[in-house]
């Protein structure tokens, strides 16, 4: 008999400003890179979590990023970045946490289960996530994405001369620490 706990544990984190969220797309001339200010991050996270064998369950544990708190490295591209995202409408994008499960393959690898929220559209999807340290918890993996899934017209440039291809990679690089021990 496998046991399960019905108990709902519930701490915060912190991310560190040293961590790394960066959205990687490509045009048909070039590719550009839209760093995340993780500056931005500076409120605890909540965290609540249920422990079911092998799974970690999560109930609202949502990371909320501000739209405009992305840099893509000039006013026009950080202008079009914005404008494609629907800013002005929708301020925040939504990562919000539901599932995580160990691979019985590869060690510090987890499948996190998420849902992802960008300009009022939400896909699920499951991602291969890297975990690393005790005090402090290294974050990694990558999601690739079509723009489009989430009703998002890739802006064109130079009378549609340039385009931006309709697959993204959002690459992340978290430094978090559990809030109450520093505190």
Do not use: W
Not at 153 to 161: C, E, F, H, I, R
């Amino acid at each position: 008999m496998a046991f399960t706990s019905n108990l709902t544990e519930s701490t915060a984190i912190i991310i560190a400003p040293s961590s790394e969220i960066i959205i990687t797309g490509k045009t048909n001339v070039n590719s550009f890179d839209c760093q995340y200010n993780v500056l931005n991050l500076k409120e605890p996270i909540p965290v609540h979590f249920k422990k079911h064998n092998d799974k970690f369950i999560f109930e609202k544990t949502i990371l909320a990023l501000e739209s405009t708190a992305f840099n893509c490295g000039g006013p026009g591209i950080n202008s079009d970045f914005k404008k494609l995202l629907k800013s002005k409408t929708y301020p925040k994008v939504f990562i919000k946490l539901k599932e995580i499960s160990k691979d019985p393959n590869i060690e510090n690898l987890v499948n996190a289960q998420i849902d992802l929220e960008i300009a009022g559209v939400t896909k699920s999807y499951t991602i291969p996530v890297k975990l690393q340290g005790e005090e402090t918890l290294i974050i990694k993996g990558v999601l690739s994405l079509n723009i489009r899934d989430f009703n998002l017209d890739p802006p064109k440039k130079a009378l549609g001369l340039i385009v931006v291809k309709d697959i993204i990679d959002i690459s992340f690089h978290l430094k978090a620490k559990e809030y109450s021990k520093y505190h």
